[in-house]
């Protein structure tokens, strides 16, 4: 759930929304990462975090508790004040959270300055506090100097992206996309988890479901190279996943992001185990 529903979202976030963890299952899934041995941080976020306050500072409480670096990223939204940001931050500092990340862009607040963001700094600073941004631009079009077309901005084109910005930017033939330029799915540094349960290794790809098979046995076994999606696209990108399951397909796609996202939404019916939640899908 978000209180915007953003058209470069990639988790189709929208007041709308639905899927939050409890504080039981929120200590479920902590208890199961001392036993994966490498997990160091736990990074509250969303949609947006912040709307469910009470519960996020209890899981950062718990995770600080198993000796994990806690984290937030957030759009702001509260920050109406330098004084009510300090209001909302003062909390996490007290819970030992070094640092907040905020997205600051015209993606999420249009062309004018966001003053949440402002505020969010100005707080943060006094309570000594780090802030990290995060910021991304609207797609544009890029020249090179032998006069090829890229796309700028740093949208990944899956989630609501893949229907809202693709109009008039330039695409490649599908052959081309032959590694994923985003995800380690060999060694993944990290994975989000959400409240159904789903392990995601990319948001809508999953390693499997932590309510079926506990976390830690679930990464212990992860093999990427036997994974039905993982597999292809380590032997040969989005452009061998496609071939692999012969997916309909078009013949060309703005970006790697693009062509995968549009194979894993048609194959959601054969692999549900690992193509979830179909919200992610707009579904």
């Not at 976020?45 to 508790?65: H, Q, T, V």
């Not at 941004?133 to 949208?155: D, F, M, Y």
């Not at 292809?232 to 309909?248: H, K, N, Q, S, T």
Request: aromatic content about 8%; overall charge negative.
């Amino acid at each position: 759930m978000c209180n915007k529903a953003c058209d470069h979202c990639f988790v189709y976030g929208s007041p709308q929304a639905q899927g939050t963890f409890t504080l039981d299952q929120i200590r479920q899934a902590l208890d199961e990462l001392p036993k994966i041995g490498t997990i160091e941080s736990v990074c509250f976020e969303g949609g947006e975090p912040f709307l469910f306050y009470p519960i996020m500072l209890e899981g950062i409480r718990l995770a600080r508790e198993r000796g994990f670096k806690p984290g937030v990223v957030t759009n702001a939204y509260w920050a109406v004040s330098a004084a009510d940001a300090e209001a909302w931050l003062r909390p996490l500092k007290d819970l030992g959270v070094p640092s907040v990340s905020i997205s600051d862009d015209a993606l999420h607040y249009g062309e004018d300055e966001n003053s949440h963001a402002r505020n969010v700094k100005v707080a943060a600073e006094k309570l000594g506090m780090a802030v990290s941004v995060l910021r991304t631009e609207k797609p544009s079009i890029v020249v090179n100097a032998e006069g090829q077309r890229t796309v700028g901005g740093g949208v990944m084109f899956r989630g609501r992206a893949a229907e809202k910005f693709l109009n008039g930017l330039p695409t490649k033939p599908y052959e081309q996309f032959t590694k994923c330029p985003t995800e380690d799915l060999r060694n993944p540094g990290r994975v989000h988890v959400d409240a159904y349960g789903n392990v995601h290794l990319c948001q809508g790809l999953c390693m499997g479901n932590m309510w079926a098979t506990p976390l830690a046995e679930l990464v212990r076994g992860y093999d990427p190279d036997a994974h039905p999606l993982s597999g292809p696209m380590l032997r040969g990108g989005p452009a061998l996943l496609a071939d692999a399951y012969a997916v309909e397909r078009k013949a060309e796609y703005v970006s790697a992001c693009h062509l995968c996202y549009e194979l894993r939404k048609a194959l959601m019916g054969r692999f549900p185990e690992y193509l979830a939640p179909p919200h992610v899908y707009g579904l």
